[in-house]
């Protein structure tokens, strides 16, 4: 069984002074320089001329930001203000907030979005292992879950789907999520399982309550391209079309048609990949889709198989910073297997950007616990490992200055030390 222990209770960081501090250190530096001029008085009039500029850039780019620097005391403990999310890691209320919970060797991962809803991922453990299902529940009641806005299952091996049926049984959900199934085929055991048509079963019964009104849950195969979202979020999603899906007759088909979906706040993304292999990262970098996105936390396909994330195919082209791996310790697969995280620690950056180059820091559940991500209204992302504080890592907005006195917004990672205030 795992430690369900919380992780001690953090103090709160303030996102505004890290804010603050980082434009006063680079304007401190930039006025350091200019001082060496034969000039002081021109070159304090630039640092003004810059820094004015430099708001005039957060107003337009960060406007949150802006109003963190001009209002550094604003109360944001009231209605929709911080809270607690289970985690000994105090959050504002317009945040997204994902829990990769430690499920052993499986995936359940919850999400809270800032316009209120909420959405559940899996939730699994392997065939065989002691049962995890008290993990979820302690996250759901920490997070004071009655109701799922949706439930997302990747695919459908046992490791993602063992507690699929009790979660129904335990929560009202209205909106599913679900591979395509090929209902002439649901009896063939070669293809469905019993967990499988257990689960299934309990879905389409499914109902939820909405303003005192009993529904039938909506039902949605996860096919082609789908989007859900809701105020200041969204999250494509990509998997087979329609006329190429694959029956799932063995595992490398049954992996491949798990979605690959980057969910967007604030400037930052999130990419999920259930069990993707390199069958299914090539059939979608094939069709274009991993493109246009820079990820900066990346859920590691597969449990850090290395028949998934791909270098050419897949991290050449979403250039993460950030990756977690879902994954039960001693497990007979040998996952993470030492060639990923070969391919992981030794990744950098194809064509250079203004965030990190390569993978800064890499979670496992096997030893870091629950693993948390929150992605704060201003772009700021902080990410906690339940059992190594020392991981916990911050990424904060901020301007920068170049050689030449450009100016640009970049994010400045740093890690945040057991104690550190």
């Known amino acids: 069984m795992a430690d369900n222990k919380k992780a001690p209770q953090k103090k709160k960081v303030d996102e505004n002074a890290q804010v603050k501090k980082q434009v006063k250190k680079v304007a401190k530096k930039a006025t350091k320089k200019a001082l060496k001029n034969r000039n002081v008085q021109i070159a304090i009039a630039v640092i003004v001329i810059l820094l004015v500029i430099a708001l005039v850039v ?25 809270t607690n999310n289970g985690t000994g890691h105090v959050i504002d209320g317009a945040s997204v907030v994902m829990t990769v919970i430690d499920v052993g060797q499986g995936d359940g991962i919850y999400i809270e979005f800032p316009s209120g809803e909420n959405m559940f991922i899996d939730g699994g453990t392997e065939f065989g292992t002691s049962s995890r299902w008290s993990n979820i529940t302690d996250v759901f009641t920490v997070n004071n879950v009655t109701k799922l806005d949706y439930y997302m299952l990747s695919h459908l091996d046992y490791d993602h789907i063992r507690y699929a049926k009790q979660i129904c049984d335990l929560v009202e959900i209205k909106h599913f999520y679900i591979p395509y199934i090929f209902e002439d085929q649901l009896d063939n055991s070669s293809y469905y399982t019993s967990t499988w048509k257990t689960a299934y079963t309990a879905i389409k019964a499914e109902t939820y309550t909405e303003n005192g009104e009993t529904k039938q849950s909506i039902i949605s195969n996860s096919v082609g391209v789908f989007t859900l ?3 200041s979020w969204i999250m494509n999603c990509y998997t087979y079309d329609q006329a190429d899906y694959p029956l799932p007759i063995d595992s490398h088909k049954k992996n491949s048609i798990s979605p690959v979906c980057f969910l967007q706040y604030a400037g930052r993304t999130i990419c999920l ?70 391919r992981l620690t030794s990744y950098t950056d194809v064509t250079p950007d203004t965030d990190a180059n390569g993978i800064q820091q890499i979670y496992r559940t096997d030893l870091d616990g629950n693993v948390t991500v929150t992605i704060a209204s201003a772009g700021t992302i902080d990410i906690t490992s339940a059992k190594d504080s020392s991981k916990n890592v911050q990424a904060v907005a901020c301007v920068m200055y170049g050689d030449d006195n450009n100016i640009e917004i970049v994010y400045v990672a740093y890690i945040k030390k057991e104690g550190e205030e």
Do not use: C, M
């Open 273 to 342: 990949t259930g069990d993707q292999n390199i069958p299914g990262e090539t059939y979608l970098n094939n069709k274009g889709y991993f493109d246009s996105y820079d990820v900066d936390v990346l859920k590691v396909a597969h449990h850090g198989s290395h028949e998934g994330t791909n270098k050419e195919i897949f991290l050449d082209k979403v250039d993460p910073e950030y990756a977690i791996i879902s994954v039960g310790a001693d497990n007979s697969y040998e996952h993470p297997r030492q060639a990923l995280l070969d």
């Open 58 to 82: 957060v107003y337009f780019v960060k406007p949150e930001i802006f109003d963190f620097i001009l209002n550094p005391n604003t109360d944001n403990t009231g209605a929709g203000g911080n």
């Open 229 to 231: 979202g809701g105020e």
